[in-house]
Each structure stands twice: as structure tokens, then as C-alpha cells.
């Protein structure tokens, strides 16, 4: 190949790569901060070190991103594009320095410049663009597809403030304040400010012929600019690619209105356009109908797909082969629009026929599904579909009826192999009514999840259970419509980077050493744990083991201790609940729990209290802002906290703490320490879970419901390795309608309960009536089956204790379920979707 400019031996020795050893690193984060930062040594902070530490690993996984992205385009594989409206990623120069292999280099650089490597780390802001478990999921997903190879990219929004940050007020109420994470600038993402995007909203939508081709006009033109986030894979030259949109103007202001001197005015429409990627909803399992979100979903899908397509358009190839060189990830709901999107691109723009077009579509994308709640699966009121997007709307009504997905083909459909409900299932009205993308109602609704399914070539659930409630349950008439083989399981994971070798470095240490393997082989093939079966038996190892969870307990108390200023008994089991606030995932059942604990210690002699295993319970999560019941949740932990932790009679026997604004970085510290974690959802309703696998991972074992990806745990950890307890998931229907129809007064179905209810309503902590609206939720109705499950809680508690009693042997469970939790790797996963879903293959990358 000829060179293309220049002389190409000057080229060729500048374009050399980046030198690694010790010496070089030292330069390049002096060179950053004498050049980038403009700093001099005498006025560097910790805060200046680590912005120059980031710029200087940052040069590196450019080098590696360009070298990947040139492979990409010169061998034109089959690509995978990952939809999320969240990313989760949570501190990146730490994950950057493990999987660039330059850990130990850049500790020691930043030690010689007069820093530790730790405080800086510790400067880095969470990146948290995201509410939770799907969020993290697909930052897991980023990490294991460059680790394994594969060509995926990310595309998600740029949000300027991520979640809330939340405060707790001394009532225990939660507050919320903004998360300004890009204060400073943020090192690790690139502006493409030429790859640049133009997204229509309102307007109008005139059909032009009786094909189904329309022209969209009118209506606001914003602008969509592309971020480049780098996501190193572990162990490879692999960088994979998270664009993130931000929204802006597409003219700075209005012109005729400045000149009037309407200066407000002459701003709007650019506030407007911004406000779009301004800020994360943070709702997770509602929808809300908000016009915003709306907008936030359609800037997004329309700038990703115009990206992916003009990617394809570059390889020359014809339109009907799209489906041969990218397979579109929807990630839940939130990007269902990308369906009628492509629909339009290609009936409007590219000129297709409905079929050609609905048979690429078809094959393009795939959908996960996260929730069977059914307040959580999204819906969308019509007149407001039909305000911001015309021409979707339309294109929706034409899936309907028109084009005879559902009804009779009004065009000619010889060509087609589909067939309509209709002719499946004549005369079910009952059925078309249930399976219609339209729900009926005052207003009319959208069901995202049918557009999602009947646009997807296939459909996944997140654990077996929950895959098989996704297809007898929600999407059971597609089931039977289109056959079950469309509708398949991928059991979510981890990464084991991020969640044993980074936020567990001791117990990562004793792995290696243990299994005599170089941590690149078993973290990237994590059924290498199981090599830790034998040493149960050894003692000095069982020791060692039991001595890093010490460790690592004291590691949390140090971290409270410094921001809550309480300290904490670490010669106690430490038990743990963190995830969101939210009435299935039973927090209230856990509280009502350490109450009932109190008061049975309160009744006993002191002599017989020593004899009980003590206990130190945290709690961390957010509640959506506007989730009354579960902020009051909160509020009960708060006030349960302040009143037992100062009682001398139990606060050395049991304390209670709520660690406020939950994030990636706190979970790192939270997780490993860990003795026992709680997942406690009723049966049924908890998709998956995945920090179930982060606490297993790190040796705690796990209290929980037979729900989610808990069953599978067990299955491989083996159910004397856990504790299960309440009633499972063929249950819940049945008790649910005889809490309706057939209620029992709580008193007599669980006294132990309804004692622990009125001793908050009389009082005990703090003022009664403010915990009425959540104590009824139990008392009447009680939809998630807490008086149901209450005895069986406290009794597998009690089997807690025992167990953990048993200090040798509790060592040896912890050993095994490490050991055995190798199949929830998310390379494992990657893998399953890389294979059975996108077919796409490993584009290895070498220099
Ligand atoms: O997705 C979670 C499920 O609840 C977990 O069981 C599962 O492990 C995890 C990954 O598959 N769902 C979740 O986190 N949902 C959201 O955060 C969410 C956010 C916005 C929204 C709806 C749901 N509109």
C-alpha cells in the first residue's frame, strides 16, 4: 500500500507507540500536567495528580481504540450495537490501569512523583449514568465484549447530571440534589464534534401514494454530537466504542427575536434542544408519559441508527444485506422507537417496499426484556406519539392493520412468509384485542414491549425463571403466534474484573496464588474457581480466607467511620441489602425484621443475649423521587437505626446502619465485606439480580426468595450453601386473591408480625402515623406477601445464625460458593449473545 502523504519514514518513527516502564509514565503525567492542566508541582493536589494519572492512561486507550476501530473498518465484520438509555460504569481509571496491565507501572510512577495511588483513585467521580441493575448490566456487558473480542459498540445519552445525589435528612427523609459529575472535565470520553446528527421532532407527516411513503416536515431540528467513551478490554488490544449523544441547538438563538431585543426568547428554542440530554430520569420500574422522556427515547434511536447506518453505507453494499452487518441490541424497552424508525428510513429515505423493509427490520433487532411487573412495561399515550413523532405514529398504526402483521393484508403479501393472527387464530377477537400494539382506553396507549417483540427477530428474558414468565405470561400469545423458539434466556453476569480482582485485590492475590494461575487465565475464565473445591480442606487457607472477609469488614468500618463519623463493631456478622428502594424488593420485609430481632433481644436476660450471634445490618439504595411508600421506607430504617444503635441494653448484640447515596464506588467497598447479602423479592417479581452474583462472587453467601438468578445460584452452589425461604412463584397468584377475597386479620396469620407493626405505630420510633400509609400496605392488601412470608424469614435468620455460628464451617460455605460461581462471568454471557442472537465473531486485534 502506497503511503498516503509526506515522508513516510518521518511518519513512521513518530507514530511509534507509547512506552510503559515506570520512566516514561512519570513523563507522560508531568508532560499532562505541565501542558494539559497547566499546573506546576508546587500547586498539585491529589485532584490535579489523578486529572493528569486519567489524560495519561487515557493516551493509551486511544492508541488502542484507533488501532481496533481501524481493524473494524478493514475487515468490515458483522457488528453488534448495544441500546441503552443507561450506562452505569461507575470509576473508570482503575478498571483502565487493571485491563491495560499497567497497574503496578503507574502506582509506582505516582508513588516516585510523591502521590499514592489509592488517594487518587479516589478522586475519580462515579460516572452514573443510570437507576440500577440494567444500567450496570450494560456497562458489565461494554467490559466483557472488548475482554472477549467481539465487535460491539455502545450507544446511550450523554446526560449532563447523572442520578441524584441523596441526602438524608436527620428525620431520615430523602433529599435529592443534582449530580454535577462533568464539574471537571472528564478525562475519558473524546467529542466528535464532527460527527453531528439532525433529529426532527412534531411537525407534520403527509402520505404520498397508496405504498405507505410519507414525507415528514416542519416541527424543531435539534442536533445531536457524538462522545466517545473507550472501553478497554481486559488482557486485549480490543477498545470498543460507548458513544454517548448530546443534545444542542441547531441554530445558537433566534436571530429576528435578539434584534427585537426578546432576549428570552431568542434562547428558548436553544434551551429546549438542550434540555433534552440535561438529565437521567430517575424512575426505574414506572412509566410516566412525560413528553421529555419521550424525546430523550427518539433523539437517541434516531441518532444511533443514523449512525449505524451510515457505517453500513460506507461498505458499498446493498440496503436488504444491513441485517448481515449489524445485529441492534434493545436494552428493555426504552429504545422500542428504533423499530418505526428504521421503518421510516427505509419506506421514506431508501425507498423500500413495506416488506423488504419489515423483513430487515425483523432481522435486525433483538430485545431483552428486564421486568414482568405490569407497572412497569412501558406504554405510550397515542396523542402524544402522534404530536412529537407523526410519522412514527402513523408507521405503528400501519404495523397494525394496515401492512397485516395482525389483520388481512390490504397489499399484495405473496412474497411474505408471515402470517397474520387473523388467519392463525380466526375469530379470537379476544386474542387480537390483547396482542394489539394499541391498548384501548381514555387515551388510547402504545404497549412498547409488543412493538419490541413483533420487531425482533428474537426476544430474552434475563434468568431462566424469568424467561419462562416472559413467555407464559406477558408474551405468551406471541408465543403461541410465532413459536417458541424466538423467545430464548440469557442468564445476566458479572465481570469478575470489577467485582472480585478491582474491589477484592486480597482475595484476588490468594486465588492466584492458591490456584497457581496468573490472574489473566482465571478471570477470564472464571469456572477456574473451581479449583478452590480442594482447599476446604486446608487449614492455613481456610485462615487466610477468612482473614481477608476480616479485613475487608474493617475496610467498611474505616469508610463509615469516615463519612458518617459512627463507629462500627466489625466483631459482628455483617448482613447487607443494597439496591434501589421498592415495595417488590421487600426492604420493609428486612426492616420489620431487625425489629423483630430488637424486641426478642429486649426480652432477654443479658447472660442469654451473649449467647446470640451479633449483628450489624446495612442498608443502602435510592427511591425514586416521587415513590411515597418507598422514601417512607427509608425513613423507618433511619429512625429504627437511631433509636437501636443507642439502646445499651442490645447496640453491642445489634446495630443498623443506612449508608447514604448508593453508587458503583460504594458497592465496591460494601460487597466484599459482606457475611451474609439479602435478596429477598416475592417470588416472581425480581427479573434477575445481579449483585446476588457480586456478593457470592466476593464469599458471602446469600438469604433469599426462590426468585430470579437466586435459583440458579443455588443450582450451583448447591441449596445447602444458601438460604432460601417463602413461598415460590406458582404461589403468589393463589395468595394474592385470598388476600382479596378471603383475608385473615393479621394477628391471627402472623402475630409476630402484627406485634412488630403496632410497636411502630405506637411509637417506639418516633411518631406512629408517619409509618401508617407503609404499615397499611401490609396490613391491607399486602400485595407482596410479607405476612405470608414473615415466619419463614425469621426463620431462616435464625438458620443464619446457627450456620455462622459454626465459624469453620461457615468458612468452607464461603469457599464454595466462589468456587461454583463461575457461569455468571458476563463473558459468559457476551458469548451467548455473540453466538445465539447476533451471530457475530471475535475480530481479534494485535499491533
Ligand atoms: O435489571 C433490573 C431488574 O430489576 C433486575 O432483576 C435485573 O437483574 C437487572 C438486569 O437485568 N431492572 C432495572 O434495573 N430496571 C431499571 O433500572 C429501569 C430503569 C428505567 C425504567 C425502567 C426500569 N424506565
Redesign the pocket.
Known amino acids: 500500500e502506497k503511503w498516503p502523504r509526506g515522508d513516510e519514514k518521518e511518519w513512521r518513527s513518530a507514530l511509534r507507540g507509547l512506552d510503559t516502564d515506570v520512566g516514561s509514565i512519570t513523563k507522560s503525567v508531568v508532560h499532562h500536567v505541565q501542558t494539559s492542566l497547566a499546573r506546576q508541582p508546587h500547586n498539585l493536589d491529589d485532584l490535579g495528580a489523578y486529572q493528569a494519572a486519567a489524560l495519561s492512561v487515557r493516551d493509551n486507550l486511544i492508541l488502542n481504540w484507533n488501532e481496533t476501530q481501524l481493524q473494524y473498518t478493514r475487515k468490515a465484520p458483522k457488528r453488534a450495537y448495544y441500546l441503552s438509555l ?1 450506562f452505569l460504569m461507575g470509576r473508570t481509571l482503575d478498571n483502565a490501569l487493571l485491563n491495560l496491565g499497567l497497574k503496578d507501572e503507574y502506582k509506582d510512577g505516582i508513588k516516585r512523583l510523591g502521590f499514592s495511588i489509592e488517594d487518587i483513585l479516589e478522586q475519580e467521580r462515579d460516572a452514573a449514568l443510570g ?5 450496570r ?1 450494560a456497562a458489565c456487558y461494554l467490559d466483557s465484549s472488548a475482554s472477549q473480542e467481539l465487535p460491539l459498540w455502545g450507544y446511550g445519552l450523554r446526560y449532563k447530571y447523572g442520578i441524584f445525589q441523596q441526602l438524608i435528612s436527620p428525620e431520615g427523609n430523602q433529599l435529592e440534589a443534582p449530580d454535577p459529575w462533568l464539574e471537571h472535565q472528564n478525562p475519558w470520553e473524546l467529542p466528535r464534534l464532527d460527527v453531528v446528527y439532525d433529529v426532527r421532532f412534531y411537525g407534520q407527516a403527509e402520505r404520498l401514494d397508496g405504498k405507505g411513503r410519507a414525507q415528514w416536515t416542519g416541527g424543531q431540528e435539534v442536533l445531536a454530537i457524538a462522545y466517545d467513551v473507550m472501553i478497554p478490554g481486559y488482557g486485549t488490544q480490543t477498545t470498543n466504542n460507548l458513544r454517548l449523544w448530546e443534545s444542542r441547538p441547531k441554530r445558537g438563538f433566534d436571530l429576528n427575536s435578539f434584534n427585537a431585543g426578546n432576549y428570552e426568547g431568542a434562547v428558548e428554542s436553544s434551551n429546549s434542544a438542550e434540555a433534552i440530554t440535561s438529565v437521567l430520569y430517575p ?3 414506572t ?1 410516566f408519559g412525560k413528553e421529555l422522556r419521550l424525546k430523550q427515547q427518539y433523539f437517541w434511536t434516531a441518532a444511533s441508527l443514523a449512525d449505524i447506518l451510515r457505517r453500513f453505507k460506507n461498505l458499498d453494499k446493498p440496503i436488504t444485506e444491513f441485517p448481515e452487518y449489524a445485529a441492534i441490541q434493545l436494552n ?1 424497552t ?1 429504545p422500542t422507537l428504533a423499530i418505526p424508525e428504521l421503518m421510516r428510513v427505509l419506506i421514506d429515505e431508501e425507498e423500500l417496499d413495506w416488506n423488504t423493509a419489515w423483513g430487515i427490520v425483523t432481522n435486525t433487532f433483538f430485545y431483552t426484556n ?2 414482568v411487573l405490569p407497572e ?1 412495561l412501558e406504554k405510550w399515550p397515542v396523542p402524544l406519539i402522534e404530536h412529537v413523532l407523526p410519522r412514527h405514529m402513523q408507521i405503528i398504526y400501519d404495523i397494525v392493520s394496515l401492512r397485516s402483521f395482525f389483520l388481512t393484508r390490504t397489499l399484495s403479501d405473496a412474497s411474505s412468509s408471515r402470517t397474520s393472527v387473523e388467519r392463525k387464530f380466526p375469530h379470537d377477537r379476544e386474542r387480537l384485542a390483547r396482542m394489539s400494539l394499541i391498548e384501548e382506553g381514555q387515551p388510547k396507549q402504545v404497549r412498547m414491549a409488543h412493538l419490541a417483540c413483533i420487531g425482533s427477530r428474537k426476544v430474552n428474558g ?1 434468568a431462566e425463571l424469568h424467561s419462562d414468565l416472559v413467555r407464559t405470561t406477558i408474551l405468551k400469545d406471541f408465543v403461541e403466534f410465532e413459536g417458541i423458539s424466538k423467545f430464548g434466556n440469557v442468564t ?1 453476569g458479572i465481570t469478575p474484573r470489577r467485582w472480585l480482582d478491582q474491589c477484592n485485590p486480597e482475595l484476588s492475590a490468594l486465588i492466584s496464588k492458591t490456584l497457581k494461575l496468573d490472574k489473566t487465565v482465571w478471570l477470564k475464565d472464571l469456572t477456574k474457581l473451581e479449583g478452590l473445591l480442594p482447599f476446604t480442606e486446608d487449614k492455613a487457607f481456610c485462615k487466610e480466607w477468612a482473614a481477608i472477609k476480616q479485613r475487608n469488614k474493617e475496610r467498611l468500618a474505616h469508610h463509615v467511620e469516615l463519612t458518617l463519623g459512627l463507629k462500627v463493631n466489625t466483631n459482628a456478622l455483617f448482613d447487607v441489602q443494597i439496591k434501589r428502594l421498592h415495595e417488590y424488593k421487600r426492604q420493609t420485609l428486612n426492616i420489620l425484621g431487625v425489629i423483630h430481632r430488637y424486641l426478642t433481644l429486649k426480652n432477654m436476660t443479658p447472660a442469654k443475649r451473649k449467647k446470640v450471634v451479633n449483628r450489624v445490618v446495612f442498608f443502602a439504595g435510592k427511591a425514586a423521587p416521587a415513590y411515597y411508600i418507598a422514601k417512607l421506607t427509608i425513613r423507618l430504617i433511619v429512625n429504627v437505626a437511631r433509636i437501636i444503635n443507642a439502646d445499651p441494653d442490645t447496640k453491642d448484640h445489634l446495630t443498623l446502619y443506612f449508608l447514604p447515596d448508593y453508587s458503583v464506588s460504594l458497592a465496591e467497598v460494601l460487597i466484599p465485606a459482606s457475611n451474609i447479602s439479602q435478596h429477598i423479592s416475592t417470588a416472581g417479581t ?5 449483585s446476588n452474583m457480586k456478593f457470592c462472587l466476593n464469599g458471602g453467601l446469600l438469604l433469599g426468595t426462590v426468585d ?1 438468578a437466586n435459583i440458579e445460584i443455588a443450582e450451583e452452589v448447591g441449596e445447602s450453601n444458601v438460604f432460601f425461604f417463602g413461598h415460590l412463584t406458582p404461589a403468589v397468584e393463589d395468595l394474592r386473591f385470598q388476600h382479596l377475597y378471603h383475608p385473615v386479620p393479621l394477628e391471627q396469620k402472623c402475630p409476630a408480625l402484627a406485634h412488630v407493626l403496632n410497636q411502630v405505630s405506637a411509637g417506639l420510633f418516633g411518631d406512629g402515623h408517619v409509618y401508617e400509609p407503609l404499615l397499611n400496605t401490609v396490613r391491607q392488601g399486602d400485595y407482596y406477601l410479607l405476612s405470608d412470608d414473615f415466619d419463614s424469614y425469621i426463620a431462616a435468620l435464625g438458620m443464619v445464625d446457627e450456620a455462622y455460628s459454626d465459624s469453620e464451617e461457615w468458612v468452607k460455605k464461603s469457599i464454595r460458593t466462589t468456587a461454583k460461581m463461575g457461569k455468571f462471568s458476563s463473558d459468559r454471557a457476551i458469548n451467548e449473545y455473540a453466538e445465539s442472537y447476533w451471530n457475530i465473531e471475535k475480530v481479534p486485534v494485535t499491533k
Open positions: 443507561e437507576n440500577g441493575g440494567l444500567g448490566l424512575n426505574d420500574h412509566t428493555d426504552h428486564h421486568t412497569a434475563v445476566n425480581e427479573a434477575s439480580g445481579t430470579g
